[in-house]
Nanobody
Framework: QVQLVESGGGSVQPGGTLRLSCAAS????????MGWYRQAPGKQRELVAT???????NYADSVKGRFTISRDNAKNTVYLQMSSLKPEETAVYYC??????????????????WGQGTQVTVSS
């Protein structure tokens, strides 16, 4: 009943910028937290940044000062502005949403939903 659709990935040179977007859709009642994670080949998925419904931000130390997460609550959309990208940040970036949705029949349920991932490649 809930879908997260990411966009904005691609290839960029070191030092470049990219902006990722993720839109949540479905029978959403409220979104508690939205965020971005990434997984490089052979590595575990790691936190990049999260933002709560009241705007509280959390960043991985490695991206502080270079990445900015923002959110449009009216559109159920989260963004990740990435600048000064490094080759080691090449990874699949995943959108995540911790939310409440309404099931058929009207019952509310909690979901920790993931997008399909978008590839970010930083290379010269």
């Amino acid at each position: 009943q809930v879908q997260l659709v990411e966009s904005g990935g691609g290839s960029v040179q070191p030092g470049g910028t990219l902006r990722l977007s993720c839109a949540a859709s479905g029978n959403i009642v409220s979104i508690i937290t939205m965020g971005w994670y990434r997984q490089a080949p052979g590595k575990q998925r790691e936190l990049v940044a999260t933002i709560t419904s009241d705007g509280t931000l959390n960043y991985a130390d490695s991206v502080k000062g270079r990445f900015t997460i923002s959110r449009d609550n009216a559109k159920n959309t989260v963004y990740l502005q990435m600048s000064s990208l490094k080759p080691e940040e090449t990874a699949v970036y995943y959108c995540n949403a911790n939310l409440v949705y309404q099931r058929p029949g009207g019952v509310y349920a909690h979901s920790n939903s993931w997008g399909q991932g978008t590839q970010v490649t930083v290379s010269s």
